[in-house]
């Protein structure tokens, strides 16, 4: 059974950074694509950041330079690092892996709030 267990969210100020972290289980962690995704009120869920195997990385355009994916194989742990956070960031946050690059990719965390307002 695979779990995704995403943390590290909350309310935090414009212009501050936040640090989610995933925990995976019951997956091959080391082979996974690891992904996160986030839906805002209203709004439809889109791709935030994305990590393969071989560590190459995809971010949504509205991240690069604020937002860094990274991943530990030895705690099958993916991290998201979110910097200089903008209210239009603020969504659900959710962590997503897949075997074999697909999309939308096969698994999901429950989610996690990110709230950016002064």
């Known amino acids: 059974q695979v779990q995704l267990v995403e943390s590290g969210g909350g309310l935090v100020q414009p212009g501050g950074t936040l640090r989610l972290s995933c925990a995976a289980s019951g997956i091959i962690f080391s082979i996974a694509a690891m992904g996160w995704y986030r839906q805002a009120p209203g709004k439809q869920r889109e791709l935030v950041a994305y990590i393969r195997r071989d560590y190459s990385t995809n971010y949504a355009d509205s991240v690069k330079g604020r937002f860094t994916i990274s991943r530990d194989n030895a705690k099958n742990t993916v991290y998201l690092q979110m910097n200089s956070l903008k209210p239009e960031d603020t969504a659900v946050y959710y962590c997503?892996?897949?075997?074999?690059?697909?999309?939308?990719?096969?698994?999901w965390g429950q989610g996690t709030q990110v709230t950016v307002s002064s």
């Open positions: 997503t892996a897949d075997m074999y690059n697909t999309h939308p990719p096969a698994y």
